[in-house]
T-cell receptor
Framework: NAGVMQNPRHLVRRRGQEARLRCSPM?????VYWYRQLPEEGLKFMVY????????ESGMPKERFSAEFPKEGPSILRIQQVVRGDSAAYFC????????????FGPGTRLTVL | QKEVEQNSGPLSVPEGAIASLNCTYS??????FFWYRQYSGKSPELIMF????GDKEDGRFTAQLNKASQYVSLLIRDSQPSDSATYLC??????????????FGTGTRLLVSP
């Protein structure tokens, strides 16, 4: 029974490059949440998606960041023209419904921007 | 921005003692409260959730909620060195879209010494 999968687990990018983070939810889950955790800080909500729809992106920076959850394939968090301040752990969580007690986290992607 | 506050610690307790972790929140409309455990370099793991005032027990863990005081706590009885981790408090908050998002505290680091 595979849990939430994220890849890559570690990603190194130089300033100005693009970062693509992938998240495959648990089997049967159609609700995906992305969070960012900066060093010494708590988890910050970024975006909530259902299949083919962005439900709430109130936590996403207005520029350079985008997310999608296509009908087929994983959810993608895309960061364009990365800057050093984007270095963080990015976690994806999924749920069967929108109930929070059912939200399961993936192992995260550690992004380092040089 | 609604806030969830936790003492960052570290909270040091000897093995076998009771560890008490506290959390306050500012949004009086919050209805769901969660405790996650996060080991260093790992993803958050849900250990307890509570919706009603009072206590909720699960094994060595007890969650306590006082909505009037806007206060949530987690008690860990018979603390073990393996309980050493950062404990994140999370509270739901309603957005204008009707979506409920989780707001996390920055976590309390617990150290259990043998």
């Amino acid at each position: 029974n595979a849990g939430v999968m994220q890849n890559p687990r570690h990603l190194v990018r130089r300033r100005g490059q693009e970062a693509r983070l992938r998240c495959s939810p648990m089997k049967g889950h159609s609700h995906v949440y992305w969070y960012r955790q900066l060093p010494e800080e708590g988890l910050k909500f970024m975006v909530y998606l259902q299949k083919e729809n962005i439900i709430d992106e109130s936590g996403m920076p207005k520029e350079r960041f985008s997310a999608e959850f296509p009908k087929e394939g994983p959810s993608i968090l895309r960061i364009q023209q990365v800057v050093r301040g984007d270095s963080a752990a990015y976690f994806c969580a999924s749920s069967l419904t929108s109930s929070y007690n059912e939200q399961f986290f993936g192992p995260g992607t550690r992004l380092t921007v040089l | 921005q609604k806030e969830v506050e936790q003492n960052s610690g570290p909270l040091s307790v000897p093995e076998g003692a009771i560890a008490s972790l506290n959390c306050t929140y500012s949004d009086r409309g919050s209805q769901s409260f969660f405790w996650y455990r996060q080991y260093s370099g790992k993803s958050p793991e849900l250990i307890m959730f509570i919706y009603s005032n009072g206590d909720k027990e699960d094994g060595r863990f007890t969650a306590q909620l006082n909505k009037a005081s806007q206060y949530v706590s987690l008690l860990i009885r018979d603390s073990q060195p393996s309980d050493s981790a950062t404990y994140l408090c999370a509270v739901n908050t309603f957005m204008n879209t009707g979506f409920q998002k989780l707001v996390f505290g920055t976590g309390t680091r617990l150290l259990v010494s043998p």
